[in-house]
């Protein structure tokens, strides 16, 4: 592992054109994002919050925690919406959450609706959220302090403390107007948000009184080979066959095959996704680091999904580049293995997802995020060899991850992710009340969500009843909406205005879906939800508590 942390902008793993891999669950966003030109959108300001850094053990010191207001629609009375910006450096996101470049945000739209006031919050240890410079050179000592309990309870340390200069009193006690205890606060969050959402509301429901939570993956699981599995459904049926034919050839080849065999694939392999690899340097490669250009046709798939992304390769494959009709069954079951693999590695050229613009590397939220899955959440996607219809290598296994996670961490992280830490609120099995989960039908993190169909879960049913404020509904049935084709979160914001920089799944990305309707589904549910439960607000406590109890029995 390189002292430096380099990644490529890749999806899930990092894998350059030459010889190294690193395994990397990721559900952070990571598309290209144009910055708005200067008079596109109004200034505003970073705020920083003195945040101590130990809000449990006693360790002496604060540091200064990043966030952004928007209160333009703002009245007295009104709730605060607050946006999380989860494992990344909140400010790329500020024009198009908070200020709305280049179409709508559920949350201004909320604000708008609400009369309510906006943030923007950042991360423990992401952007300028920093108690400690982030490096190869942070120490256990320091890494400790990242984790799920201390970052939600920033939340909450701020939450009883905020207030805005025209409105409250400075002190942030519970004669401010924006205390939790006197207003209510509404979190929306995708992915890794959204899980902190929905563990806040278990966790702390006198501070946060509701939740939006898009593609939450709320359980957490050391063994993520689920992850593919949710690709794999999405595909054709005769690109689905070759995918696994081509992945299970390319394993048993560099198991098993001689060296020259072996030397012979990886330079095909590496061939395939730059034209610079020496046939020396393709033979000193990793096996995983070979095998792992078979994933390229998936590295955008999170967030576009099949027909955006991967629909193009799987095309050209099963035509051969436009020279035959396709077969239903695959060109492997037809043609042979050795004319599929070669169609398989002239789809990558063609395609080149590599040259796919990326926005620039991070090694700060790369390092952080790793430490936290490292040492709390897993989510390993590894290959299944034992799946037959798996289109991962197998070379991607447990043991390469945490051995990954061992190099980056040589001291202070558990023998494997302590996900009982998160799970304690529930995992699959949470009922919390005032929470909307929305997922999407092929998103791969819906398999670690309430909507998940993985032979593990509990097999959760959404409904879009919406539930009376204060109560769950009865389990196994959970408050929520499934949008059909879509993938990870697909529903907080919405592209109003296409440019050069938002045309298509090559520069839309997250912040702009590729589908408009997921985005007023998620929001009209929600709102129908908040039109119900903030009037219950005024009235929480003895009364709430009550009505609530009366439901349940």
């Known amino acids: 592992m390189t002292p430096t942390f380099v990644f490529v902008l890749v999806l899930f793993y990092c894998l350059s054109g030459a010889v190294g891999a690193r395994l990397t669950p990721s559900m ?60 990344q450096n909140a400010e790329p996101l500020l024009p198009y959450y908070l200020q709305e470049y280049h179409g709508l945000s559920a949350t201004m739209r909320l604000a708008k609706r609400y009369h309510g ?5 950042e991360h423990r240890y992401y952007g300028d959220s920093l108690p400690f410079p982030v490096n190869e050179n942070t120490t256990a000592e320091e890494w400790q302090f990242l984790n799920t309990e201390q970052a939600l309870e920033d939340v909450v ?31 929306l969050g995708g992915s890794y948000p ?10 702390n429901p006198e501070t946060i009184f509701a939740v939006w939570a898009s593609s939450a993956p709320v359980h957490a699981q050391v063994d993520m080979a689920s992850y593919y599995k949710a690709a794999e459904r999405s595909l054709t049926r005769n690109c689905s066959a070759d995918w696994v034919a081509v992945t299970r050839f390319v394993d048993d080849t560099l198991r098993n095959g001689t060296t020259e065999e072996r030397a012979d694939l990886k330079f095909r392999l590496l061939s395939a996704r730059s034209d610079d690899v020496t046939r020396e340097a393709a033979a000193n490669a990793s096996d995983v680091s070979a095998a792992g250009v078979l994933m390229d046709p998936l590295s955008f ?19 051969r580049n436009a020279t035959i009709t396709p077969f239903e069954t695959g060109l492997a079951a037809n043609l042979g293995i050795h004319d599929a693999f070669d169609a398989f590695l002239a789809a990558i050229r063609e395609v080149n997802y590599d040259a796919i613009p990326g926005g620039p590397d991070d090694p700060v939220q790369d390092r952080s995020w790793m430490w936290q899955y490292c040492s709390e959440y897993g989510f390993y996607q590894r290959g299944d060899p034992n ?9 991607r296994s447990l043991e390469r991850f945490q051995e990954e996670c061992n190099t980056a961490f040589p001291q202070g992280l558990p023998r494997s992710p302590a996900v009982e830490k998160v799970n304690k609120y529930g995992g699959w099995n949470m009922t919390p009340s005032n929470v909307l989960f929305t997922n999407g039908e092929f998103d791969p993190w819906r398999t670690m969500g309430l909507a998940s169909i993985e032979p593990n879960s509990p097999h959760r049913e959404p409904t879009v009843t919406v539930p009376r404020c204060g109560v769950a509904p009865e389990f196994p049935s959970f408050f929520g909406l499934t949008h059909d084709r879509m993938v990870h979160v697909s529903d907080l914001r919405v592209l109003l205005t296409p440019d050069d920089n938002h045309t298509d799944f090559k520069t839309v990305g997250f912040y702009s879906p590729v589908s408009q309707e997921p985005f ?9 939800a908040l039109d119900e439960w903030l009037p219950c607000f005024a009235m929480r406590g003895p009364w709430c508590t009550k009505i609530a109890r009366e439901v349940r029995s």
């Not at 290209?32 to 006693?58: I, K, S, T, Y």
């Not at 007023?520 to 129908?528: C, D, I, N, V």
Request: glycine share 10%.
């Open 28 to 87: 952070r966003i990571i598309e290209h994002l144009p910055a708005p030109r200067d008079d596109a959108v109004a200034q505003n300001a970073a705020r920083f919050f003195e945040m101590p850094l130990d809000h449990f053990g006693g360790t002496p010191g604060t540091f200064n925690n990043r966030y952004w207001v928007n209160a333009t629609y703002y009245k007295a009375g009104g709730p605060v919406f607050l946006f999380d910006s989860g494992e």
């Open 117 to 121: 006031v906006a943030i923007l919050w």
């Open 157 to 187: 340390y701020f939450a009883n403390r905020f207030s805005l200069p025209k409105h409250g009193l400075a002190n942030g006690t519970s004669n401010n107007i924006l205390h939790p205890s006197r207003t209510p606060w509404v979190w």
């Open 194 to 203: 959204g899980v902190r959402g929905a563990l806040l509301r278990v966790r």
């Open 301 to 319: 798939y999170q967030y576009y999904g099949f027909e955006a992304s991967v629909l193009p390769f799987c095309n050209v494959l099963e035509t």
């Open 387 to 395: 799946n037959p219809l798996s289109i991962e290598t197998s070379f």
């Open 520 to 528: 007023y589904s998620g929001l009209g549910l929600f709102q129908l």
